[in-house]
C-alpha cells in the first residue's frame, strides 16, 4: 500500500496515478460499449426495432362475416343465418391470483359442460395464437346461462358473452344431407391450398353444398386494426384501419323445395331406412335427393351433448349418411334397363325376338326361378320389361356371360364408377365383372370364379352388384335423353346480395354413349307399360297418374336384411325431362313401397309443371 | 498540468476585494462538473414533462414538478456541501458509518413496503430512501476508515476489514430486499478500496470468491432447495441472456426497451412514440427512462446524455487526481466508481446487455432519495475541488 499517511499537498504519487490511468481507461471502455451499442441498435438496426415497435402497438380484431344464404331453384330460403350469443373469456381480466383464477375457470367449465382441463387447452392454443386476445369457449349460449352470468358478474371476472353468427335452418330437417354444416377449420383444413388465408377458429362448411360451395358462401372477415398499450387496451383515437366484414354471396341451389318436401314426407311416412333421388334427365340439375333418416343441421351449430352424439354417429341406422349418393345396394329389376339395353345394342337381342319362360331358368345345374315362381312362356321384350319377367333377363345375362357386353354398357351408363356430383361423400359402388372375380379368385380372395351365375344374378341387378339411386338415376337419364351422361349437381348459381347472378353452374356432360334411338324408345315403351298399363308391375301404383311415365320396380334381395325396395320412374313418356329414384331398405316389393313415395314426388312435380304433362307429348300411347 | 492550465485561466485569484462570485466561491468550483449535473437533472425534467403527462391522471405534471423541486433542492445541497471542508467527514466516519446502518435498519421497523420490499420511510413531501443516501455515507466512511488503519495490521487484515465494513451495509440492503443498491454498495467498497491501493493479488482473490459466489448463488443453492436469491431477482440477473415474448417474463421488459430505443433511430419518435408511451416499456420514469430518451430523442439525444455522463465522470475522475490529501482521492475514486457503475448498468440494462437490477439512472430516473443523493456525491466532489484550489491559492499565496 501506498497510503502512509493523510498528509497534505497532492496526494497523487506514481502508482496511484497507474491505477487512475487503468480507472479512467476503464471508464472509457465502459462508454465505449455503451455508445457502441447504441449505435447499433439506434443507427443500424433502427429500422427493424422501428418496424418492431409498430407491430407491438396494433392489434387485430376480426369480425366474422356472416356466410351466404343457401336458397332453393325459386328462392326460397334453405339456409340463413341468425345472430347467436358466444361465451367468451377475457385473460386480461381473470382474476391474478392462481387459486382464485382455478375457482372461476372451474365454475365456468362446470357451466358450460365442459371440463376444466378442456377450457384450459383451449385457452392456452387460442393464446398461441393470439396473445391477450378474448377466447371464445363456447357458441350460441342460451339465455338461461346470459342471464345467470350477467346476474353473477362479480363471480365471474373476464367473461364476456358477443354476438355471433350461426345457421339457421327455417325448414328443420329438410335436405339435411346435401346442405350439410358449418364447422371450425380443422388443423388439416388449414394446410389446404383452397382454406389459403384462413386463421384457427375461423369456420368453414363441412358437409354438403357447405362444403363445396365453400369459398363462394363464406365471405371475407372484416379487420379493425387499433393500437393498443402494452396491456392489450384500446388507446384512444387509435383505430388504425377498419375494414367491414363482406358477407358470403348467396348459393341458389337447383333443388326444388316442394318435390324434396314430398320426397322426405314420403320416405318419412314408410318410416324405413331408404332414399330419393330427382334429377332433370337433360342437365343433371338435383331437383330433389333426400336420404332417411335423417338429422337436424342446426345440431352441429352448438357443442353436441354425449346423447346427441350417441344418436347421431353411434346410431346403427346412421343418420348423417347420405344414403343417395353413398348407398352401397343391390337394384333389384331396375337394373334390366341396362341389361336390355346392352342386349339390344351388342345385337343378341331384337324388339322382336321372344324368349321362352318355363318358370326357371337353368345353367350349370343351378335354377334361378321367377320371382313368385311365376311363369310366363313367350316373351318380346316390351311384355318381359311390363311384368319384370326375370327368365327372359336371366337368358340375356347367361348369353353374355363371357363377353362383357353387359358390364361395358353398365360401366357406360355410370356403375361402378365416381358420378361427378358436386357433393362430398359420393361412392363408386361396385360393377362385378369377368376380370373382377377372377383376378379376386386369383389372389384366393373368393372360393371361384367368375361364372354364367354371376352375370345372370347382374342381369337383374343381384348378386355383387353396388349401387345407389344416384348412379341408378344417372343410368336412366342417360337412356332417356338418348346417350347423354350428365353430371349431377345441386349448385345452380351464385348470387349477391341484391340477387345479381355472379356465376352459374353448368358443368358439361360426363361423356356420350352412342346408342340406337329405336332400342332407347323399346325400352321405355316396356316401362311405360309396366307403369301404366294393366299387369305392369307398377300399374297399382301409376296407373291413374294423369301424366304418361316410363317406370320400373325392383325387388332387391340383400343378404341378412329383408327385400329392399327400388322404384326408378322417367316423366312425363316418350321425352321424360326428369328422373326420380327411389329406394327403400327392407321396404319390400319394388311397388309396395318405393313407388308410392316416387309417385308423391311426381306429384309434386307436375302439380307445380302442370303445363309439362299438357303438352304435346303428353297423350298416352295407345 | 492541470493545476498550471486551472491557475491561468483565473487572471487574479487573490483580489484584495473579492467580488461576489469569489464570495461564493464559484472561482473554485468544477464548472464541468456542476453544468453536466444540471444538464441532466435539467434533462430528466424534459423528458419527464413529456413523457409522463398521462400517468397520473388529473396532474400532467405530478412526477414534473417533484423532480424540478428534487432538483433544485440537490444544487442547492450541493452547492452547500461546496462551502463544507469534506475533510471534516474523515473525523466523524465512526458516527456517519452509525448512522447509515442505523437508518439501513430502521427501514425494516418503519420502512414503507412497495412491491413487496422495504426500502424507504413515507415523509411527508416524499418518500426517503436511506439506501440512497447511504451510497455516498459509504464512501465517505469507508474513505475515512481506510486512511485512519492504513498502518494498524497486516495487509490481508486490511482487506478483509475494508470488505466486511463496505458490504455489512450492502448486506443490510439487500435484504430490504433492494439487490441493485446492495451491488452499487458492492461497487463502491471495491472502488475505494481500489483506488486505496489494496494489492492486486487481493483483488484477484476477491475476484474468484465473487466467481464462486455468484455460482453458488444461481447454480448451487437453488439446486440444494435453499435458494438466496428471490425467484424474481434470479430471473431478472439472468434475463438479458435469453431474451422472451412472454410479456410475464423479465426478458420480455429488457426486449421491450430494447426495441423502443432502437425504434428511436437517428433523430427519434417524439410524440409518435410508442413503446415507451403505451406501457410497453415498465418503469419509464425511473429505471427504464434511457429507454425513452433513446425512443423520444434517438441516437442524438440518447449520445447526448451519454456524453453528459462521460464529462461527470472525466471530472470525477480528475478531481481524484487534484485532491489536495489522500482522503479526498478515496471519496472522489469512491463517487466516480459509484457513478461509473450505476451509469453503466443502468444503461446496459436499457440497451439489453446487463441484467434488470433495478439500480436508477444518477440524476434521470425519478426519485427524491436518488438526484438528492447523486446532488449529495457531487457537492463532496465540488468540495474536494475546492479545498485543492484553496490550498494552492494559499501555496501560491505564501
Known sequence: MYLRSDERGPAVNNRLALRLALFGGFAVALFAILFLRLWLLQVLDGEKYLAEA??????????????????????????????SLALQVNPRKLPEDPAERHAE????????????????????????????????????????????????????????????????????????????????????????????????????????VEDTYDKYLRGRPGLTRIQVDALGEPTPNGRLVSKPPAPGDNLKLSIEKDVQEAGEAGLAAKGLPGAFITMDVHTGEILALGSFPTFEPSLFTRPLTQKQVDETYNNPSAPLADRAISGYYPTGSTFKLITAMAALESGILTPSR????????????????NAGGASYGSLTLVPALQVSDDVFFYTLGDEMW?????????????????????????????????????????????????????????????????????QMAIAYATVANGGT?????????????????????????????????????????????????????????????????????????????????????????????????????????????????????????????????????????? | ???????????????????IAERLGLPYMDGGLALSATALVAFSVFTLAQATKHDVPGSPYYYVDRQAIYGVLGIVAMYLLTRIDYSRFRELRVGIYTFLCVSISLVFVFGFAARGSRRSFELPFFSFQPSELGKVLLVLALAGFVIDGARSGSEWQRTVRYLCLGLAPAALVFL????????????????????????WTHFAVIGAAFVAMTVAVLVVAPAVGTPVLKGYQEQRLTSFLHPSADPSDAGYQQNQAKIAIGSGEKTGRGDRAT???????PERHTDFIFAVIGERYGFMGAALVLSLYALLIWRALRIVTLSKNSYGTLVAGGIAGMLLFQVFVNVGMNLGIMPITGIPLPLMSYGGSSVLATFVAVGVLQSIHMQARLSQKGRFAW
Request: glycine share 12%.
Open chain 1, 54 to 83: 409498430k407491430n407491438n402497438r396494433t392489434r387485430s380484431f376480426r369480425t366474422s362475416a356472416p356466410r351466404g344464404k343457401i336458397l332453393d331453384r325459386n328462392g326460397a330460403v334453405l339456409v340463413a343465418n341468425r345472430t
Open chain 1, 105 to 208: 375457470l372451474s365454475r365456468l367449465a362446470d357451466l358450460t359442460h365442459s371440463t376444466l382441463k378442456h377450457l384450459r387447452k383451449t385457452m392456452h392454443e387460442e393464446l398461441k395464437l393470439a396473445p391477450a386476445a378474448p377466447v371464445t369457449l363456447r357458441r350460441d349460449v342460451g339465455h338461461y346461462l346470459v342471464y345467470y352470468l350477467q346476474e353473477n358478474q362479480d363471480r365471474f371476472p373476464g367473461v364476456e358473452v358477443q354476438r355471433v353468427f350461426v345457421r339457421a335452418y327455417p325448414d328443420g330437417t329438410l335436405a339435411a344431407h346435401l346442405l350439410g354444416n358449418v364447422g371450425e377449420i380443422s388443423e388439416k383444413q388449414l394446410k389446404e391450398p383452397r382454406y389459403k388465408g384462413l386463421q384457427p377458429g375461423d369456420e368453414i362448411g363441412q358437409e354438403g
Open chain 1, 354 to 369: 321372344s324368349i321362352y319362360d318355363g318358370g326357371a331358368f337353368t345353367v350349370g345345374g343351378e335354377s334361378f326361378k
Open chain 1, 402 to 470: 363371357d363377353t362383357g357386353q353387359l358390364q361395358h354398357w353398365a360401366h357406360a351408363l355410370g356403375i361402378g364408377r365416381p358420378p361427378g356430383i358436386d357433393l362430398p361423400g359420393a361412392v363408386e359402388g361396385l360393377l362385378p365383372s369377368q376380370h373382377w372375380r377372377n383376378q379376386l379368385y386369383k389372389e384366393g380372395k373368393t372360393e371361384r370364379p367368375w361364372s354364367a351365375g354371376d352375370n345372370i344374378q347382374l342381369a337383374t341387378g343381384q348378386g355383387d352388384l353396388q349401387t345407389n339411386p344416384l
Open chain 1, 485 to 622: 351422361v350428365v353430371t349431377p349437381h345441386v349448385g345452380k348459381e351464385v348470387t349477391d346480395a341484391a340477387g345479381r347472378v355472379l356465376k352459374e353452374f353448368a358443368p358439361p356432360p360426363r361423356r356420350h354413349v352412342k346408342m340406337n334411338p329405336a332400342n332407347r324408345d323399346v325400352i321405355l315403351e316396356g316401362l311405360h307399360e309396366a307403369a301404366q298399363t294393366p299387369g305392369g308391375t307398377s300399374y297399382e301404383v301409376f296407373g291413374g297418374f294423369p301424366t304418361p311415365v316410363a317406370g320400373k320396380t325392383g325387388t332387391a334381395q340383400r343378404v341378412g336384411h329383408a327385400d329392399q325396395s327400388w322404384y326408378i320412374v322417367l316423366a312425363p313418356y316418350p321425352n321424360p325431362k326428369i328422373v326420380t329414384a327411389v329406394t327403400i331398405e327392407e321396404g319390400g316389393f319394388g311397388a309396395e313401397s318405393a313407388a308410392p313415395v316416387a309417385l308423391d314426388i311426381l306429384e309434386a312435380y307436375f302439380h307445380k309443371h302442370a303445363t309439362a304433362s299438357a303438352g304435346p307429348n303428353g297423350g298416352s300411347p295407345g
Open chain 2, 1 to 19: 498540468m492541470y493545476a498550471t492550465r486551472a491557475r491561468r485561466a483565473r487572471p487574479e485569484p487573490f483580489a484584495v476585494h473579492p467580488g
Open chain 2, 176 to 199: 430490504q430486499p433492494d439487490l441493485g443498491t446492495a451491488l452499487v454498495f458492492g461497487a463502491i467498497t471495491l472502488a475505494v478500496m481500489y483506488v486505496g491501493g489494496v494489492r
Open chain 2, 275 to 281: 413503446q415507451t408511451r403505451l406501457n410497453f416499456v
